[in-house]
């Protein structure tokens, strides 16, 4: 069994536990141990006149009784670690990623106003996070367009053709490899092109449509063939389409069991982490739940 586990971070809430049942067939897939995490929001250490002596006791926390008693049924053999800690979520969560495989959570917990699609300690946590997030939404969420013209289980993987990120593809290849899913790997293409000859002027793009189309196409498939090698098993597709990358991938969630996008890479004029608005698009719509990957390493 790997020793690095798979998180997921819990609140009591509904959205946490719908979470820790995805973590615990996910740690099953991938053979990991399984740590539960409940992240108490207000630490007494936050108070400039207490001084605490450690983390609180895992076994005086109802939260993480009320998950144990969820688990009594249906971990069998999975070795599940529960975990205490004290502090702001939105910091503490993102530090959990260092040491495990995937940090999973809700879409939503406990606090803030019930009509937001993502809780703000989901969106800082996806972003910071050194491992890829998973983020579970609600059941319920309706997306627009036809479904899968092909039924059974399927990842979706958003790749950038202009600039790909192989962590991407690598982890949606390998989480399709675990599940016996077929990949769909969706690489949008800015469309129509415009060009602006003077103030509102707009000249017609001199690049057709088919061309651009089919070097989306064949960029993609040269960032995905590597990864066909690795993982032979897995039956993977490119779409080339135009326009709104965010609503393709929005609208492949449907009956998906997995999307996959990717986090900005730190730029020397940005040097902060970023989301990026197609991936905060994706989080906030998407029907399945949606694996945030950082960026990989650069190479040397």
Known sequence: MSAAPVIAAVDGSADSLRALDWALDDARRRAAP????????????????????GPPDAEGDPVLDEVRTRLADRAGDQVVEYVALEGVPGAVLPELGSDAQLL???SRGRGGFASLLLGSNGLVTARDAVCPVVVVPRPGREVHGEGPAEPGPRVVAGLHADSPDDGVLSFACAEAA???????????????????????????????????????RVLAEGFLAPHRERHPEVRASVEALPGDAAGHLVAASKDADL???????????????????????????????VAVVPPAPPED
């Open 34 to 53: 399984l740590r539960v995490v409940h992240v108490r929001q207000y630490a007494a250490w936050g108070q400039a006149d207490v001084l605490v002596a």
């Open 104 to 106: 999973v959570l809700g």
């Open 178 to 216: 675990r599940r016996g899913a077929r990949l769909q790997v969706i690489a949008a293409y800015p469309w129509p092109l415009q060009t602006w000859s003077a103030p509102g002027q707009v000249v017609p793009p001199l690049v057709d449509q088919d061309a651009v189309e089919h070097e989306t």
């Open 259 to 289: 999307v996959v996008v990717g986090r900005h890479r730190r730029r020397l004029l940005a040097p902060a982490r970023m989301m990026g608005s197609v991936t905060q698009a994706v989080l906030l719509h998407a029907a399945s739940p």
